[in-house]
């Protein structure tokens, strides 16, 4: 008979006890982030159906977006404002796959139709389509930051106009479909300047877009996932693209290949993703400082930036006075 254990040995034992639980969870965590990253097997996306339509299809995440599907043997259903750009992507993805994937254009310029105007054109040109993927890609950024009052009403109209309604109409229309069918995969892409930070300063109505577009999915998605449908916001850093006013990728900003080459990896998964791992980093060190510092490192950061856009505008002006 071993004698009883000491108050001290308790105390050991609740000590490793509460250390074990405090580093298991993080580990946890890190293990299902490497898992989901890189070892996970994406879906296979021709479940859903045989057709994916991609909104501002015809450049940056878009675009490379098609390509992954059209690989993935998914037939395309491609929306942009631009009917040259739509043919040249189109003939792009024709040279690449061939006749084996079957394209679809559609003419929608986000900013200048009413959202009713959307459901109806997107319902009556997919009619008889089996779309299973639906992405809600299109958006626009603010044209440089800017404090509210400076913003000008026009573009204030097509930010929410593009950026909210693109993904609400465009959802509206598709979504019947999908309940009919009991499956689909809805993936809207957010912005990490909604989730990741505490604030967004001089890009206020941008990042408010984007917060709408993360709320929208995540309520969506417990809506409907009784009904075999797989709603989905991606998360996006800095991507090199023309929105962003990067040209060239480095270790923080993947190119618009790299980034869709991750992208299709998550379709199906988690509501909400951050599918770059990279940005998912950068993330991570965001989270662990204090909100305070972020809201004001990015406020000088903005204002600065403020600065240099406002010079330039002015240099431009008078070189036009000149001229
Ligand atoms: N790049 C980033 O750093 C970043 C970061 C976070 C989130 N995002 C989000 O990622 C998504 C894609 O952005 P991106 O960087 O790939 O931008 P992008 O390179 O500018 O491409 C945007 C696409 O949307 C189309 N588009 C724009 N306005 C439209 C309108 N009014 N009607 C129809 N189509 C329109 C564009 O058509 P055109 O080819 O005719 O211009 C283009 O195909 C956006 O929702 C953006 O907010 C991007
Ligand atoms: C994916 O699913 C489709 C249709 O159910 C099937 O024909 C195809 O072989 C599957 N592909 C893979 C890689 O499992
Ligand atoms: C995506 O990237 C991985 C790793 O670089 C590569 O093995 C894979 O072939 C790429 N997939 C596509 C569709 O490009
Ligand atoms: C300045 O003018 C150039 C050429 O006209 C234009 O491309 C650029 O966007 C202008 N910059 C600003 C900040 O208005």
Known sequence: ??????????????????????????????????????????????????????TGSTDGIGKALTFELASKGLNLVLVGRNPQKLQSTS????????????????????????????????????????????????????????????????????????NMGGVSWVTKAVLPGMLKKRKGAIVNIGSGASVAVPSYPLFTVYAATKAYVAMFSRSLGVEYKKHGIDIQCQIPMLVATKLASIRRSSFFVPSPKQYSNASIRWIGYEPLCVPYWTHALEWCIMDALPESLVDRLLFRYFCDLRKKILKKESRNASLKQKS
């Not at 200048?112 to 809600?136: P, Y």
Request: with cysteine; glycine share 8%.
């Open 1 to 54: 008979m071993g004698a009883p254990p000491l108050a001290s040995e308790w105390l050991v034992l609740a000590i490793c006890t509460i250390g074990f639980l405090a580093i298991s969870k993080p580990i946890f965590t890190f293990v299902k982030w490497v898992w989901s990253n890189f070892l996970r097997p994406p879906k296979n996306l021709t479940t859903y159906g045989s057709w994916a339509l991609v």
């Open 91 to 162: 003939n792009e993805i024709r040279e690449r796959f061939g006749e084996k994937t079957q394209i679809k254009i559609i003419v929608i310029d986000f900013e200048k139709i009413s959202g009713e105007e959307i459901e109806e054109q997107i319902r009556r040109e997919t009619e008889g389509l089996d779309v299973g993927v639906l992405v809600n890609n299109v958006g626009l950024s603010a044209k440089g930051a800017r404090f509210f009052h400076e913003v000008d009403s026009e573009s204030m109209d097509s930010l929410m106009n593009v």
